[in-house]
């Protein structure tokens, strides 16, 4: 198997967690734990989407405490390099914020990297994207599509614009630039972000849906996830987006949805799955969506990251110790007990019960040769 360079990321409110873990694993090692069903031993590297960070360091913590043989890592290399690992062979399960496409040939390179089968992508993760802010003397934001649109293409310069005061008419708003923060990385979380204002913003957003941020736009760069909610935090008013499972204390926009400011929770983020169509056209394996950002329905918050696993169906020869991990491990994270300690540990929104054991099937469906 081909390597790739491993990058060791500590996320607040998971620390803790790991350390626990680690300390009853010492004791616990020799308890006859299984996990999931199969007490599978060895190492498994994965890795992608930097905005399942937390999850992911939970998941591992919580499928290594059932199977004490067994160590999983996760590299948040952003959802680019979770599909160009993936293709590559490096990492035998990745995560990505965007779906596979033919765009720039990624859907049939990793078929052929499957052996020719279409890979698994399954949703495994949804999070709201929060607009996260530190703003001076501003705890509570609404903000419509079209003024986050001005916001981040660099249109709306001043906090205490006509644009921003018209739905924060009680709000002591400074009269100090806007320090708009963006992922520097290829990123899921850009696409997702960008798609949603190229169909929701009209003219006020020109750059249509991108991973890459446009250079034109301007505004700080910041790389990964953990580093837009850092530069944030340390940046007076400044505001950025980023999974809101990672927002820590830092405050968050409502966003405007019909008539109403809905924020970002999980439960709101999860509806919007249930107005939206799947993709058509798709094999069987592959369960994704085309999120309805138009949507008018009340609570539901528009800004959804829905984030996917990436796996072959059948794992053979060199592969086939990855395979059963892969197997075990998907499996885990798709149990009722791996989505509740997601959003537990994460804030993720866990699956609905009728989603949930479509993809868990689809993992359990994994063959190994």
């Known amino acids: 198997m081909k390597s790739t360079s491993v990058r060791t990321a500590v996320v607040p409110g998971i620390a803790a967690l790991v350390l626990t873990f680690s300390a009853c694993s010492a004791g616990n090692a020799g308890d006859g734990a299984t996990g999931s069903g199969e007490g599978v031993s060895g190492q498994l590297a994965g890795g992608g989407a930097s905005s399942q960070e ?14 004490p043989d067994a160590t999983v890592t996760y590299d948040p290399v952003g959802s680019g390099g979770g599909r160009e690992n993936f293709i590559a062979g490096a990492f035998p399960f990745a995560a990505t914020d965007a779906y596979l496409t033919d765009d720039e040939g ?29 703003i001076e003397g501003v705890d509570e934001l609404n903000l419509s599509p079209e003024t986050i649109a001005g916001i981040f293409s660099g249109e709306i310069t001043t906090w205490d614009a006509p644009e921003i005061k018209k739905d924060n008419p009680d709000a002591d708003l400074p009269s100090a630039p806007i320090n708009a923060v963006h992922r520097s990385d290829e990123s899921g979380t850009t696409e997702n972000f960008t798609h949603y ?20 736009f301007g505004g700080e760069g910041a790389q990964g996830t953990s580093g837009v909610v850092s530069a944030v935090r340390s940046g007076t008013n400044s505001i ?15 966003v405007g949805v019909g008539d109403e400011f809905v924020g970002p929770t999980a439960d ?36 959804v990251l829905t984030s996917y696993l990436l796996a072959c169906p059948s794992y053979s ?45 689809l993992a359990e469906g994994i063959t190994v040769e």
Not at 54 to 61: F, H, K, Y
Not at 115 to 121: K, L
């Open 268 to 303: 709101a983020a999860a509806k919007i799955l249930d107005v939206s169509p799947r993709v058509e056209g798709r094999d069987d394996s592959s369960i994704v969506f085309d999120l309805d950002y138009e949507t008018e329905e009340s609570g539901v918050y528009p800004i």
């Open 317 to 361: 020869g060199d592969e086939a110790e990855d395979g059963e991990l892969t197997k075990a491990y998907l499996t885990y994270i798709l149990s009722d007990a791996g989505q509740d300690f997601g959003a537990e540990e994460a804030g993720s929104a866990p699956l609905s019960d009728e989603l949930r054991g479509r993809v868990q099937e």
């Open 106 to 134: 990624e859907l049939s390179a990793a078929t052929e990297r499957c052996g020719g089968d279409a890979p698994i992508e399954i949703p495994n993760y949804i999070s709201p994207i929060a607009l996260v802010h530190n």
């Open 240 to 254: 950025g987006y980023a999974d809101a499972s990672q927002a820590g204390d830092l405050a968050v926009a409502k």
């Open 54 to 67: 937390a999850a992911q360091l939970a998941w591992t913590v919580g499928f290594q405490r059932e199977n």
């Open 197 to 216: 204002l190229d169909v929701v913003a009209g003219d006020a957003w020109s750059a249509g849906a991108v991973e890459v941020w446009p250079e034109e």
